[in-house]
């Protein structure tokens, strides 16, 4: 999708969709890179397929430059909290958590991380009075119709994983829904979209080895990450280091209130400071039964560690998005750090709210556990 014009056609829809809202370009950013992220699960990959193309956009309708990198950074890992995000999955394996429940449980926080950027953008919209895209009924169709395909990515992976309600049950697995959804993109961008050629001489068109090859290394070094984390983690496991640091706690930290406030600072330094796959490796096997005495439902928990970890990349002094825009737009990573600033204050508001009301995440759960 990255090495495609798949950005391309995205923001086209959310644009003639969204555009003709005071701050709809803003929001037309924020929808492009969730969606995307939910996907490809990488927000670095996001900053670099959808920033060059957002970020001159957004200066020409009259958006402040200050205003414009801190929404593109800010926006690169939005989405990691709704499904099929390779993130929850990787959490449900690690933390014995229902992938399916943790699935239904990131809707309404990855919304409210959602309407908390999407009405800052609103507001910086209307005062600064940009111009907007007067919503043409014909554009929208036509957007909508040459994204076909790609649009449909969504309802592949969820018909694959979960059927279709009142005709059929789930069809197969996430790995094999993953295989799928790869497959699916694949055919969709090489011989419907012929964004990328089999064989290139073409330096404009990638080449799918080329694709192929990048893949496969960014893969394996997913592997070698996991693979040391696995060792490490059973290493703590094996020494009882969670009964330990539990033993620690309990000598300081009484109450459930007390006990989350400590878990949100120390995710929000571990998403600083760890990709998030070896973040979910090594430290899930140790705060989920830590967690436990304290009460913390384990959806809800999941649900708090990736929302962690998701501003985590945004995180000063070295969230790991700060870096990549830095490097994407030429600009001091001092700079990125206060033009993020006000992303990263409301972010984290919402993450509170979402800590200490697990009903955000469990209502939808509960609503929909007697369908299942």
Known sequence: MSESRAADRLVRVSQALLGWLPGGLGIVVIASCAFFTTFTGASGVTIIALGGLLYPILLKEGYPEKFSLGL?????????????????????????????????????????????????????????????????PREALSAIWVAKW??????????????????????????????????????????????????????????????????????????LILGVAMGLTNYLVQEQVPLKILDAIRGHIE????????????????????????????????????????????????????ANLEIGYLTPPVGLNLFISSLAFDRPVVQLYRMALPFLLLMLVALLFITFDERVSLTLVEWLRPAK
């Open 255 to 306: 109450s459930r209130f007390t006990f989350l406030i400590a878990l949100t600072i120390f995710l929000l330094i571990v998403g600083c400071l760890m990709d998030i796959f070896s973040a979910i490796i090594v430290v899930v096997p140790l705060i989920t039964p830590i967690a436990a005495e304290y009460g913390v439902h384990p959806v809800h928990l999941g649900i708090i560690f990736l």
């Open 150 to 223: 790609e649009l449909l990515v969504p309802v592949v992976v969820i018909v694959s994983i979960y059927g279709v309600p009142g005709m059929t049950s789930g069809l197969v697995t996430i790995g094999e829904a993953s295989a799928i959804c790869a497959t699916y993109l694949l055919v969709v961008e090489v011989f419907v979209y012929k964004d990328i050629a089999i064989r290139s001489t073409d330096p404009a068109v990638p080449d799918l080895a080329k694709v192929i090859r990048e893949s496969i290394v960014m893969v394996g070094a997913i592997m």
């Open 72 to 136: 593109i950074t800010s926006s690169g890992s939005i989405g990691l909290l709704f499904p099929p995000s390779l993130p929850i999955i990787l959490y449900g394996i690690v933390g014995g958590t229902s992938i399916d429940d943790l699935f239904v449980a990131g809707i309404v926080p990855g919304m409210l991380f959602l309407l908390v950027l999407g009405g800052y953008s609103l507001w910086v919209g209307r005062t600064r009075k940009v111009r907007r895209t007067p919503f043409a």
